[in-house]
């Protein structure tokens, strides 16, 4: 079995200042793990993927996340804030890498506050 | 747009009630998805297509009963639903048939409402 935990369900940060959400997972697989965004009123979209290259993982608007074996996270941070950060951040592991998967797992989401 | 198109964006429905939701993709996936997402509660996984064919129904009543019809067309049949069904259904396409390392591209979703 595999699960996603999201350590706040909500962060808050002034504009500016550096983002950090957490994300830790358990696997029996050596997992693909995923950050997708979600704006209000609008899908997910993915923000970046690691699938066993490189731990560090840049991503999509200044966004990157490290993946750390030992400590079983994924964390994700950007160095400053911009307003248009604001939105529902999902980290999200896959049961297999590499392809025949049963679905993703998905954490229940932190809410990206920031203030002005 | 993401390529992944969901109508209608909003639906309200009373419980006797007979609608369909809709997503279309032109990105040449191969594999389809439909997604709950309910406030406070992680997404969850209703059903897959592959190459239209079912290959996934994660207990989902039978009230909710999905439809590939072709490679870019899902739809999602609703009838008799319960208000606790109100939430946001997302679609999502992949490259591959469930293969993660592609990631996949979410529709906007409708939101769903039961009344």
């Known amino acids: 079995a595999q699960s996603v935990t999201q350590l706040d369900s909500h962060v808050s940060v002034s504009e500016g200042t550096p983002v950090l959400l957490r994300c830790n997972y358990s696997?029996?697989?050596?997992?693909?793990l995923f950050w997708y965004v979600q704006h209000p009123n609008k899908g997910l979209q993915l923000l970046l993927k690691y699938t066993s290259a490189a731990t560090l993982v840049k991503g999509i608007n200044g966004f990157e996340a490290e993946f750390k074996k030992s400590e079983t996270s994924f964390h994700l941070t950007k160095p400053s804030a911009h307003m248009s950060d604001a939105a529902e951040y999902f980290c999200?592991?896959?049961?297999?890498?590499?392809?025949?998967?049963?679905?993703?797992?998905f954490g229940k989401g932190t809410h990206l506050i920031i203030q002005p | 747009e993401t390529g992944v198109t969901q109508t209608p964006r909003h639906l309200v429905m009373g419980m006797t009630n007979k609608k369909s939701l809709k997503c279309e993709q032109h990105l040449g996936h191969n594999a389809m998805y439909w997604y709950k997402q309910s406030a406070k509660k992680p997404l969850e996984l209703m059903f897959v297509?592959?190459?239209?064919?079912?290959?996934e129904n994660n207990s989902v009543p039978s009230r909710f009963s999905p439809e590939c019809p072709n490679s870019s067309h899902l739809f999602l049949h609703l009838h008799t639903l319960q208000p606790e069904d109100s939430a946001l259904y997302l679609c999502a396409s992949s490259q591959v048939f469930l293969s993660s390392n592609y990631g996949y591209t979410f529709g906007s979703g409708t939101r769903l409402t039961v009344v």
């Open positions: 999200v592991v896959s049961r297999y890498s590499g392809g025949g998967a049963d679905g993703l797992t």
């Open positions: 297509y592959s190459l239209e064919e079912r290959v």
């Open positions: 696997s029996s697989y050596s997992p693909s």
